[in-house]
């Protein structure tokens, strides 16, 4: 979820605080140490100082998490 969130953070130039999360799902275990590469497809939408964030990491073809989240630009 952090690198989604940093992500967000340099596409809209501008530091954000987690205001809520829903739907988390962790649906596989990643290593780092193992494997370098995870695939982040993500969704923003931009009302406001409010960021609306849907995001999916998929790794070895798999997702490995999904989530919704709710981000208040600073």
Request: aromatic fraction near 6%; avoid cysteine.
């Amino acid at each position: 979820m952090q690198l989604f969130k940093e992500e967000a953070e340099r596409l809209s130039n501008s530091k954000l605080q987690l205001k809520t999360a829903s739907n988390i799902k962790f649906m596989a275990v990643v290593n780092p140490n193992e494997d370098e590469n995870l695939l982040l497809e993500s969704s923003v939408e931009t009302k406001d100082s409010t960021i609306s964030l849907k995001g999916v990491a998929k790794h070895r073809g798999a997702i490995a998490l999904k989530f919704s989240a709710v981000y208040s630009v600073l």
